[in-house]
């Protein structure tokens, strides 16, 4: 009996499709819905603010961090947020850490139960300002 084999060269590695972007911190690329798009608007007082981009469709400049505390301190220490951003000084992180924490929380409670991205993510209903 032979066996059909189909030649299957599958040196394809976890390389994803799509879009690919760089992940502030740690450097490495990796696909664009894995990465949270990270802005910088300026808040009530006129202070810098980084805020996640989640949707991402903010305008303006954007950086890329993976939702991981551990990239977020890095993209800290190298100040990567400033240069990818274009803004020199002092950058409120605290909107985006609480992001960044929560979204691990959420990561590590789904075990490997990885979402898909099916669904649009929670809308909320409050219409602002
Ligand atoms: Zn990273």
Do not use: Y
Not at 1 to 18: C, L
Not at 86 to 106: I, K, Y
Request: with cysteine; net charge positive.
């Amino acid at each position: 009996m032979p066996v059909r084999r189909s030649p299957q060269h599958t040196s394809v590695s976890a390389v994803p499709a799509g879009p690919v972007r760089t992940c502030v911190g740690c450097r490495a690329r990796d696909s664009r819905s894995s990465l949270l798009r990270v802005v910088l608007v300026i808040d009530a007082t006129g202070s810098p603010v980084l805020v996640p981009d989640e949707a991402a469709r903010l305008p303006g400049r954007g950086a890329w961090l993976h939702p991981d505390p551990d990239c977020l301190a890095l993209a800290q220490r190298r100040k990567a947020f400033g240069r990818a951003l274009r803004h020199a000084g002092p950058l409120d992180v605290t909107v985006l850490a609480t992001t960044v924490l929560a979204e691990a929380v959420a990561r590590a409670q789904d075990g490997q139960v990885a979402r898909r991205s099916g669904t649009p993510g929670p809308k909320s209903n409050k219409e602002a300002g």
